[in-house]
């Protein structure tokens, strides 16, 4: 009897996770919901471009006090203004959240502002794309740095602060790499593995101190999402960085603002993440079998050339600025090219 209830059970909570990204990713809110975010104190790491800025110009349309943080301080002060024209309030703390004394001015900075800290989401993050052993030492370095540490620095001033006010929400951006990892993106997919564990006993830290439900973290899973991620990323794969099938940022704005209101362990992002999280947990080995020849496919063999380059790892790049990325405009572009050139060839 109790394999019969884990045989009905499966389904059924597999499609109450497929009604919850729906209600996350379509980005209406009830009444309700737009007066728990009205006035309440967000700070938003990687604010400056992609999905950081997307939450933070939706969080100035629902009212609330955003806090920018990012390297440059030029781009925040531009969704600082568009925050403030939206009715929300914001505050601009230029952070590289590599740097824990950074990451603690971050927090200092909210508190004399606000008074207070609700939501901290740590969304800051940068990828390096091609084979491991080819990336130099020290982009994979940075990278850890930034993807991991960063959330680590942030988690410890976040969680600090909100033990002393007995409540707030921790959201940190993880990636459905964190469970399905990828050919070509290994420190990056080690970093967001990470990521996820660590919301994990996090959690447990916080049930044990009696903090919870009050305390939560919560790590959300995007889909690969068409953002300047990938004009930003460090690349030593030969082609262009480019992956099938990209969300539109939009799903992972709405799902982190949806989060941050109602809080959960884990929740991966549309239908493409969550048939990828269910399927690495069925059949991994096939599961990561079929993502690395499509890596192959999509990175390295159909890829238009493109020169190594350490991205914004190291130094923030004045490309790149918007929420979204423009990329799959560009792989069709790419695409329709490579098979004109290829029907030209066959033809006599």
């Known amino acids: 009897m109790p394999q019969l209830h884990r045989i009905f059970l499966f389904p059924l909570l597999f499609l109450c996770a497929f009604v919850i990204s729906g209600c996350a990713t379509s980005g209406r809110l009830s009444e309700g919901e737009q007066q728990a975010i009205a006035g309440k104190t967000y700070v938003v790491t990687g604010a400056s471009s992609g999905i950081g800025r997307g939450v933070a110009e939706r969080l100035g349309q629902l009212h609330a006090n955003v806090v920018l943080a990012a390297r440059r301080t030029g781009e925040l002060e531009n969704v600082a203004t568009i925050v403030n024209n939206a009715g929300g309030k914001s505050l601009v703390v230029t952070t590289d959240v590599a740097d824990p004394a950074q990451v603690e001015r971050l927090a200092t900075e909210t508190v004399t502002r606000f ?7 740590n969304n800051a993050g940068i990828g390096a794309v091609g084979p491991f052993a080819t990336i130099p030492i020290a982009d994979h370095s940075r990278l850890i740095d930034v993807n991991l540490k960063g959330v680590i620095y942030g988690s410890h001033v976040a969680l600090r602060q909100f033990s002393r006010q007995r409540a707030g929400v921790l959201l940190n951006v993880g990636s459905i790499e964190s469970e399905q990892p990828m050919a070509y993106h290994a420190s990056y997919s080690a970093s967001k593995a990470a990521v996820l564990s660590l919301g994990r006993a996090l959690n447990e830290e916080l049930r044990l101190a009696k903090l919870a439900p009050a305390v939560t973290v919560a790590t959300v899973l995007p889909w690969a999402t068409d953002t300047p991620f990938f004009v930003h990323t460090a690349n ?7 992956e099938p099938a990209m969300d539109d940022p939009s799903k992972a ?24 999280y269910a399927g690495h947990r069925i059949a991994p080995d096939v599961n990561e079998h079929i993502t690395a020849n499509m890596s192959q496919h999509w990175q390295v ?3 238009p050339p493109a020169p190594p380059t350490d991205g914004a790892l190291f130094q923030p790049m004045a490309e790149g600025t918007g929420v979204g990325g423009g990329i799959r405009q560009r792989m069709e572009q790419e695409d329709a090219a490579r098979k004109g050139t290829q029907q030209r060839a066959k033809d006599p």
């Open 301 to 303: 063999d159909t890829a």
């Open 236 to 242: 030593y794969s030969g082609g262009r960085p480019r």
């Open 115 to 121: 008074g207070r800290i609700d939501v901290w989401i």
């Open 253 to 276: 704005v709405n799902a982190i603002v949806w989060l941050s209101i109602h809080p959960q362990e884990e929740l991966s992002v549309g239908w493409k993440a969550k048939m990828t």
